[in-house]
């Protein structure tokens, strides 16, 4: 009998993505253009993360799923930049 991995892996996928992403950023004099690739590798891995849930499961929850990662990775960096504008002003 073969076991079938479960669909909800790419959502964990996701979630660790999330926490790196946080690590990251957490590491001390972040370059706006590793904040930029961050954000492309983010994209691109939510993207395929997601493709890959909606063939296994449904596509609306796909979507959700993508959504709401792209706004926690999004989160951080944007509250980075707006707390630095507010300090530097």
């Known amino acids: ?13 996701m979630f660790v ?3 790196a992403c946080l690590l990251l950023l957490q590491e001390g004099k972040v370059s706006e ?3 930029f690739i961050l954000l492309l590798v983010a994209i691109v891995l939510n993207g395929y993360c997601a493709y890959r849930f909606a063939l296994e499961k ?3 929850l796909a979507i959700l799923a993508f959504v709401v990662a792209m706004v926690l990775d999004f989160f951080p960096i944007v509250a ?6 507010i300090f530097m002003a």
């Open 1 to 13: 009998m073969e076991e079938t991995p479960s669909p909800y892996r790419w959502l964990g996928y």
């Open 17 to 19: 993505w999330m926490l």
């Open 33 to 35: 253009l590793f904040i």
């Open 58 to 60: 449904w596509t609306f």
């Open 80 to 85: 980075y930049f707006v707390i630095i504008e």
